[in-house]
């Protein structure tokens, strides 16, 4: 009796939503297409297609999971603290269609409403690039097994200092790229940072690194601590400016991203003999597939006025205990000169739970520029700033990071081990990535910088 209540009860108060039901069609469609199809499409990097209704169905109950969760589309970033012009969220409004459209049968609704296919032309986003330099030649990538992180050098076809406006990635395979780093390194370098290991392990003739066939560690060694700010810039003293003589990023690619582009008078500098080392993650598919991802890049027109920097806020020295399951770590890097921030890159490998980084300016306040909550590896967004922003010379940047370590975390390689840093990703990593130009550089101020 008082169930049959309920029920009068619900159809009253769903009464005036049925004159208009929320379709497929008509309401659905719309927002998979500006919001999912960039990757759930066929021959992306999502493992299922919305293109149409009779394949969007099956998942209708899955769809309904991931939104109200808001893991899709795939964003990291907490809302409250920053505005990105790259961001990927629903309203929502969006959330609550997909919702009542799953909650009142997922319905076809009339053909008259859907509306167009939307066009995805392939190519370069940003238009085609004035120079592109392919892989040297083909990967396989394996039907099965784990997913495979590969680094391939990429040779460059000029010698002399460069000016880059524009990376961007194109995946010769986009359903096995999920994502890529480029770099740029001395040619001399390898594929394993051997002038950085011979140097850093020559300080009081300790070992603070080692390699390791193709990896860098933390050696033995080296200091141990959690609190990178305890130390005057804490372990970021090493990272990437790119000032030449070592391995620095000049661009990420996730599925769906569109490259990176730097504004009008802003370039990525590359030294004199650099080459490109990308490292790729590649995803298994079932079946063999074969890659040759190429790098585009847009030559800034000189004269160039500020180079657009990367430094890596992070520490080198942390240990993670097994087990552990929210093991704080910490990193701290002072601003010498007023600068100007352009986007955030937090980066730590299956361990990474979350990441705050946060500003603490020379008069004693605070502002959160990022905050990713639930860290996740297989997204390796840049956050880009809506506005960029002024950063005044003596500004401290903390960037705090919890690892899980435990059994709990089920992307964990081995909770009994003890953790420190390197680049395999059974290995961990702490880095708050900026990037940034100083205020005061005018290199179109300098007569030798003044050639064609
Ligand atoms: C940037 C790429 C990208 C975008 C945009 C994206 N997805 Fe996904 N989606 C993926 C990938 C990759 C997977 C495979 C599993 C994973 O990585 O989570 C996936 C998996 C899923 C799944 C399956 C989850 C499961 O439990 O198996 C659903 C459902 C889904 N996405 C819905 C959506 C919806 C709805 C949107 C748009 C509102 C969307 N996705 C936008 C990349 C994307």
Same mark, same amino acid.
Not at 6 to 35: C, G
Not at 85 to 99: C, G, H
Not at 144 to 167: A, C, K, N, Q
């Given at each position: ?20 039901? !929320? ?10 297409? #500006? ?41 990291? /970033? ?36 859907? *509306? ?17 330099? *392919? ?32 990376? @961007? ?28 290991? /011979?140097?850093?392990?020559?300080? /009081? ?12 560690? !933390?050696?033995?060694?080296? *200091? ?20 030449? $003589? ?5 661009? !990420?690619?996730?599925?769906?991203? #569109? ?9 990525? #500098? ?15 598919? $079932? ?10 890049? =847009? ?10 920097? /990367? ?24 601003? @010498? ?15 990474? =739970? ?19 909550? #639930? ?17 005044? =010379? ?59």
């Amino acid at each position: 009796m008082t169930r049959l209540f309920a029920v009068v009860i619900a159809l009253v108060a769903a009464a005036p939503l049925l004159a208009e039901d !929320v379709t497929f069609n008509a309401d659905v469609m719309p927002i998979l297409q #500006r919001h999912c199809q960039d990757c759930h499409r066929p021959g992306q990097i999502a493992p299922m297609s919305f293109m149409s209704f009779d394949e969007t169905r099956p998942w209708a109950q899955s769809i309904r999971e991931v939104v109200e969760r808001r893991t899709m589309p795939p964003w990291h /970033a907490d809302p409250r603290h920053g505005e990105f012009s790259n961001e990927r969220r629903l309203s929502q409004a969006e959330i609550d269609t997909l919702v009542s459209w799953v909650d009142e049968g997922a319905k076809r609704g009339d053909p008259a409403d859907l *509306p167009a296919a939307r066009q995805f032309p392939d190519g370069w986003a940003a238009g085609t690039p004035d120079a592109i330099y *392919p892989m040297v030649e083909e990967y396989e990538v394996a039907a099965e097994g784990s997913d495979e992180y590969i680094y391939f050098r990429v040779p460059l076809d000029f010698d002399d200092e460069r000016f880059v406006s524009s990376v @961007e990635v194109m995946p010769g395979n986009r359903a096995a790229v999920h994502h890529v780093l480029v770099y740029v390194q001395p040619k001399t370098m390898g594929t394993l940072s051997r002038t950085d290991v /011979a140097r850093y392990n020559n300080i /009081a003739g300790t070992e603070l690194f080692y390699g390791d066939g193709d990896t860098i560690r !933390v050696g033995d060694g080296a *200091p141990k601590h959690d609190n990178g700010c305890a130390v005057p810039n804490g372990g970021s003293a090493l990272s990437g400016d790119i000032t030449g $003589g070592r391995r620095a990023i000049i661009g !990420v690619f996730v599925p769906g991203g #569109r490259g990176e582009h730097w504004p009008e008078g802003t370039a990525r #500098r590359l030294p004199p003999d650099s080459e490109l080392l990308l490292q790729i993650h590649y995803n298994k598919t $079932g079946s063999v597939m074969l890659d040759r991802t190429s790098i585009g890049l =847009k030559f800034a027109k000189r004269p160039t006025e500020k180079i657009m920097r /990367a430094r890596w806020v992070q520490n080198y020295y942390f240990t993670i205990p097994a087990g552990a399951d929210n093991h704080a770590v910490t990193g701290c890097y002072t601003f @010498e000169k007023d600068v100007t921030l352009y986007s955030l890159w937090p980066h730590m490998h299956f361990r990474g =739970k979350d990441m705050e980084m946060t500003a603490i300016y020379p008069n004693g306040e605070t502002k959160t520029l990022l905050n990713v909550p #639930r860290y996740d590896f297989n997204w390796q967004h840049t956050y880009m700033l809506k506005e960029p922003m002024s950063i005044p =010379k003596g500004t401290r940047i903390l960037v705090t990071a919890h690892f899980d370590n435990s059994k709990r975390n089920p992307f964990n390689p081995d909770p009994n081990q003890t953790v420190r840093w390197g680049d395999p990703t059974y290995d961990e990593m702490m880095i708050g990535g900026m990037d940034y130009t100083f205020d005061d550089e005018d290199l179109t101020a300098e007569a030798t910088q003044q050639q064609p």
